[in-house]
T-cell receptor, first 111, second 111 residues
Framework: NAGVTQTPKFRVLKTGQSMTLLCAQD?????MYWYRQDPGMGLRLIHYSVGEGTTAKGEVPDGYNVSRLKKQNFLLGLESAAPSQTSVYFC??????????FGPGTRLTVT | DAKTTQPPSMDCAEGRAANLPCNHS???????VYWYRQIHSQGPQYIIHGLKNNETNEMASLIITEDRKSSTLILPHATLRDTAVYYCIVRVGSGNTPLVFGKGTRLSVIA
């Protein structure tokens, strides 16, 4: 039982490049989330999903897209990366909204 | 959802109880109090939650005042591994919206 895994762990992008971050969970959870965390800040919710095939916007959705084609996977896409998107990205899943299980994070640098 | 106020940082001696306060003076009757913590560079971890009664689990105790305008998370015997940022979150228990993380309290446990 791996819990929540994130791929990749680190990535450096040039401005304007695109990439997809993959989150996978093996706990059969309905809810999945993508957060970003900037230095010295708390987590901010980007997008979330309440079930397979559904997505919803969080606090800071601009510049990101998501998809939940399979229940166990939640993808976060950056179509045209900007330096302001340099951050640590955390994925989480849960069967109920208040108890979320987090992945180890992806450190993204956009130059 | 009601907002919360937490001190930015606190120190605690190893082996002593760590008492982390949270003010949520605008909390409404159907809103719960949740606590998470984030150890350096890791994803946050759920600790405990409550509505109006005091709660205890293997990690911590949660004391909520009678008027529910504030609460305290208690780590009874703090260890160095409890050094982390602690987040107090207030949210409607039956709501479909995810948790919103603030900046939290950085607890440093000192040997």
């Amino acid at each position: 039982n791996a819990g929540v895994t994130q791929t990749p762990k680190f990535r450096v992008l040039k401005t304007g490049q695109s990439m997809t971050l993959l989150c996978a969970q093996d706990m059969n959870h309905e809810y999945m989330y993508w957060y970003r965390q900037d230095p010295g800040m708390g987590l901010r919710l980007i997008h979330y999903s309440v079930g397979e095939g559904t997505t919803a916007k969080g606090e800071v959705p601009d510049g990101y897209n998501v998809s939940r084609l399979k229940k166990q996977n939640f993808l976060l896409g950056l179509e045209s990366a900007a330096p302001s998107q340099t951050s640590v990205y955390f994925c989480a899943s849960g069967q109920i909204h208040y108890e979320q299980y987090f992945g180890p994070g992806t450190r993204l640098t956009v130059t | 959802d009601a907002k919360t106020t937490q001190p930015p940082s606190m120190d605690c001696a190893e082996g002593r109880a760590a008492n982390l306060p949270c003010n949520h003076s605008t909390i409404s009757g159907n809103e719960y109090v949740y606590w998470y913590r984030q150890i350096h560079s890791q994803g946050p971890q759920y600790i405990i939650h409550g509505l109006k009664n005091n709660e205890t689990n293997e990690m911590a105790s949660l004391i909520i005042t009678e008027d529910r305008k504030s609460s305290t998370l208690i780590l009874p015997h703090a260890t160095l591994r409890d050094t982390a940022v602690y987040y107090c979150i207030v949210r409607v228990g039956s709501g479909n919206t995810p948790l919103v993380f603030g900046k939290g309290t950085r607890l440093s446990v000192i040997a």
